[in-house]
């Protein structure tokens, strides 16, 4: 079989980072050298030219190479990245193409993990069916207030919309009301697309919330979903570690959390319903009593 054997999709803020540092330290798992590949919802191109598609050999590239392919030799990476050039510089959609760009991995479970999957919707998800059926599909799921604000936070600390004030009621409307961005902050809106998409109850879906207490079983969980053996993990990292973690956080001022509050109201209902316990927990958080 050509193509990734899971699927992982975000959005972002939901640990998608966590799990592909943590399943590149298993040994039946490969993952691309570059983290995220966006490419069923045709975004490719934003890798045209930049470092990610040359091989490097700085010692934490060469560090994250010999842990992705668990070996010195670098012959997987430059056959991927043999593939990913032309395809960074197509116009046209391949998905032959795609599918190419895991066979330097194709004795181990291979995975495409890209937060950007959240937003597909329409006819990404009819020219990239052939994929999707033969993969394994999870959706990492955050409460949608959090990760609203953890996103928005990275966006300060890298500064992405320029000299604005991010703690601003204004910047935060702007950031909920971006037509793209929306399709990253509605979750039950993310859950209903991909459902209709896929059909039955392909969707399978990890929380946020058990990751952040309980890594080492999530960990497992999703290790165990994807059908690899967890006691095939090699045991150097501790699975609570999160390279991200401990990052300056946003602290929004009064007016800003109060109108994120209400603009989610109707969404933490939808996720309750949704979610049943989890999704009651997360409108709870967010009641304002």
Known sequence: MEGPDFICIGPKKTATTWLADHLKFHRDIWLPPIQELNYLNGTFSEHRDRPQLRLRWDRWSIFKRIVRNKSFSADADRAFLR?????AHADAFDLGGYRSLFTPGRQR???DISPMYASLEGADFDRAMPVLDQ????LLARDPVQRFWSELSMHARKRTFGDVDYASIETAHAFFNDPERRKQHLLSDIVERW???LGGDRLRIFFFDDIAAQPEQSLRAIVDYIGADYRKRLALVSPARNRKAGGVR???DDDAREWVRQAFEEELRACEALFGDVGARWRRRHSGG
């Open 83 to 87: 593939m990913a050039e032309p395809l």
């Open 195 to 197: 459902r209709s998409a």
């Open 109 to 111: 479970i291979t995975g």
């Open 250 to 252: 946003l602290v929004p």
């Open 135 to 138: 993969a394994r599909i999870f």
